[in-house]
T-cell receptor, first 112, second 118 residues
Framework: DQQVKQNSPSLSVQEGRISILNCDYTNSMFDYFLWYKKYPAEGPTFLISISSIKDKNEDGRFTVFLNKSAKHLSLHIVPSQPGDSAVYFCAASQVWDDKIIFGKGTRLHILP | DAGVIQSPRHEVTEMGQEVTLRCKPISGHNSLFWYRQTMMRGLELLIYFNNNVPIDDSGMPEDRFSAKMPNASFSTLKIQPSEPRDSAVYFC????????????????FGPGTRLTVL
């Protein structure tokens, strides 16, 4: 039973346009959400996070939106750049729990 | 800081052999996590430790898998005997208790060990 779902295995976006990566979760107890980015042959690296008390968090070109009623979050990258080509993992946790539950990832290709 | 260090980076072994993966967490981090990444299952948590004590090993697939953390700066994940279906990338990650206290808990991953069991 997957608690964090990324239903798009891959996504291709033109350079300069907006990339939108989606994530759904099933556990209503999750109150902290993260996005990680992974390049080939490297470990995932933390990108951005959001607490359930917010519905938006922005960091430069990256913005995460949280819709608690829909149990949905999304990562927006504007504008998309070639270096953004990577696998993006959505993850969720509860503040009291050390565990972070990851989705399967979405591979983003930025096209020239 | 050098970040989380894992060794070896690549391991090729034959079915039935024992495999030991090693991890050195970031100094000062008191939580350590072992993950396995496969195409089918994505990034799944195998086991994690707090202050060197195993807290949750519910993700360990079978008794063939075991993990230890003898001190704050070293952990091992052992597979004995190994099977072809164990082929995957194994990641170790650590986290900082100060991040958790701030409510901004994140995990820092090592580069991974790519295991191939023939």
């Amino acid at each position: 039973d997957q608690q964090v779902k990324q239903n798009s295995p891959s996504l291709s976006v033109q350079e300069g346009r907006i990339s939108i990566l989606n994530c759904d979760y099933t556990n209503s107890m999750f109150d902290y959400f993260l996005w990680y980015k992974k390049y080939p042959a490297e470990g995932p690296t933390f990108l951005i996070s959001i607490s359930s008390i917010k519905d938006k968090n922005e960091d430069g070109r990256f913005t995460v939106f949280l819709n608690k009623s829909a149990k949905h979050l999304s990562l927006h990258i504007v504008p998309s750049q070639p270096g953004d080509s990577a696998v993006y993992f959505c993850a969720a946790s509860q503040v009291w729990d050390d565990k972070i539950i990851f989705g399967k990832g979405t591979r983003l290709h930025i096209l020239p | 800081d050098a970040g989380v260090i894992q060794s070896p980076r690549h391991e090729v072994t034959e079915m039935g052999q024992e495999v030991t993966l090693r991890c050195k967490p970031i100094s000062g981090h008191n939580s350590l996590f072992w993950y396995r990444q496969t195409m089918m299952r994505g990034l799944e948590l195998l086991i994690y430790f707090n202050n060197n004590v195993p807290i949750d090993d519910s993700g360990m697939p079978e008794d063939r898998f075991s993990a230890k953390m003898p001190n704050a700066s070293f952990s091992t994940l052992k597979i004995q005997p190994s099977e072809p279906r164990d082929s995957a990338v194994y990641f170790c990650a650590s986290s900082d208790p100060r991040d958790r206290a701030k409510g901004t808990d994140t995990q820092y991953f090592g580069p991974g060990t790519r295991l191939t069991v023939l």
